[in-house]
């Protein structure tokens, strides 16, 4: 009991400080704490909410959420995602797939990542072993352990102030070096480290969901009221119902809404009151207010956990869902404010200008320049109409001969069709002459081209 005080107390004095300022989930539950809280300042307009991406894998299985972290400086959080069938992912704040490491061992549990002397580094546990690797996916070291870390997401905190982390797997503490430390959960209070949330439910009724191997409870000022509570689960007709405690475990609300997943918490729409989101008991991300009521039902199947954080670093949080086939769905703000097809999201992560259509002027709106940052010459944008040009003309005579050498056998025709060639080869010249459009807009339009050229040449060979 004494120890199940001093966490709270430790809880108390922790979580309105050393979380202040994070946008990002660089662990399990987003701290050292794993309180699932996390405290940005943000300001998504809820009916402007929507998919912004989807990232799938080829059949690998996932028991654990994701974390993220900018890991390549570039001003993004990326996504670090761990994989039973023994793959980490990084993953773009964009959705793309930026590398993955093969590890060959099953990693149940979500890996964490930190920065130190300016590099950033993941750790993640694999049954008897503890493996730290580099931001670019390549491996530090190994370690082997005496304890089965398998189901045990690594804490991380600077016990001993000297500006590195240290790495916490229950009563093992690992330093960046490799080098074992042995504390007991007294020793970790004593030095300030705040045990997981998990601890505080000691005690208290509650419900763990069946097949959830990370089920523990956030904690938050729910309502604003300048009190933390817990946000939990309990058991209602035999169903995980969210339920709202103060930390002494008093109940203070019992939602009708049900949950498979540990609560992730954040003021999504900056009105001082927190948003909470989970996977419904069907298996749907959803988001619900500060009274158990539901905001958002986001309409996926088989969701397994929810975290929030920043991907864009421009104040607006996101939403991000991992579901049981290993896919990844990222939520937020869908708003276009240049309306030029590319959400004000996607120019954050690609540094263009919101609002303007085109960023760098060089008459190619961002949606489709190849290089939205890069204003072209005349010259370039000659040269690129140029090869256009060019490769327009070889399509075209491919076509063109294949069909002249259909109508091989039947001359009276040949001429007819050879001459819809020609003709049709000067006015393509003709309509490209100024052609500034790019590769992907050309081949469309060759497409286009093609489907008439077959028309045509159906009623000169066959009427």
């Not at 307009?45 to 890991?71: M, Q």
């Not at 992730?264 to 298996?283: K, M, P, Q």
């Not at 975290?307 to 104040?315: A, E, H, K, R, Y």
């Not at 086939?325 to 996607?346: E, H, M, N, P």
């Amino acid at each position: 009991m004494r120890i199940i005080v001093a966490a709270l107390l430790s809880l108390l004095v922790i979580l309105p400080t050393s979380l202040a300022a994070d946008s990002d989930w660089p662990m399990f539950q987003h701290d050292a704490a794993h309180s699932g809280r996390n405290p940005s300042n943000s300001s998504l307009n809820l009916t402007s909410f929507g998919e912004l991406w989807v990232w799938e894998t080829t059949g690998d299985v996932v028991y654990a959420p994701p974390v993220t972290y900018d890991i390549n400086s570039d001003g993004n959080l990326e996504l670090i995602l761990a994989t039973a069938n023994g793959f980490v992912y990084a993953i773009s704040a964009d959705g793309r797939t930026l590398w993955y490491y093969n590890s060959s061992i099953s990693v149940v549990a979500s890996p964490a990542a930190f920065t130190s002397g300016g590099i950033a580094y993941i750790v993640f546990s694999s049954k008897d072993y503890v493996h730290l690797h580099d931001s670019t996916g390549g491996e530090v070291w190994s370690k082997k352990t005496a304890q089965d870390f398998q189901l045990t997401p690594p804490q991380l905190e600077d016990i001993n102030k000297d500006g590195v982390q240290e790495i916490i797997f229950d009563n093992l503490t690992i330093t960046l070096k490799g080098e074992f430390r042995e504390y007991g959960k007294e020793d970790l209070l004593d030095l300030g480290v705040a045990p997981p949330t998990s601890s505080i439910a000691e005690g208290n009724e509650r419900m763990v969901y069946p097949g959830n191997l990370f089920m523990v409870p956030a904690v938050a000022d729910v309502n604003g009221d300048g009190t933390l509570e817990v946000i939990d689960v309990l058991s209602k007709d035999y169903d995980p119902h969210l339920t709202l405690k103060s930390l002494e475990g008093i109940i203070i609300w019992i939602s009708n809404v049900t949950i498979k997943s540990p609560p992730a918490v954040a003021d999504l729409d900056g009105d001082g009151r927190t948003e909470i989101t989970a996977c419904s008991g069907d298996g749907t991300a959803i988001i619900v207010d500060s009274e158990g009521n539901m905001l958002q039902d986001l309409k996926s199947r088989n969701c397994r956990y929810t975290i929030i954080s920043d991907l864009s670093q421009d104040g607006t949080l996101e939403v991000i869902a991992s579901f049981k086939d290993g896919s990844i769905r990222a939520y937020g703000s869908v708003v276009d404010s240049d309306g030029d097809g590319l959400t004000d999201f996607r120019e954050d992560v690609l540094g263009t200008d919101k609002y303007s259509e085109d960023t760098d002027g060089d008459s190619l709106e961002d949606a489709i320049d190849p290089e939205p940052l890069k204003a072209r010459s005349f010259r370039e944008l000659r040269q690129e109409s140029v090869d256009v040009k060019q490769y327009l003309t070889i399509i075209i005579l491919i076509i063109a001969f294949v069909y002249v050498s259909k109508s091989a056998m039947n001359y009276s025709k040949g001429d007819a069709a050879w001459r819809y060639v020609e003709e049709k080869i000067e006015l393509t010249r003709k309509d490209i002459k100024d052609l500034t459009e790019t590769r992907e807009t050309a081949i469309k339009r060759i497409g286009e081209s093609k489907k008439e050229m077959e028309k045509e040449w159906d009623k000169i060979l066959y009427g």
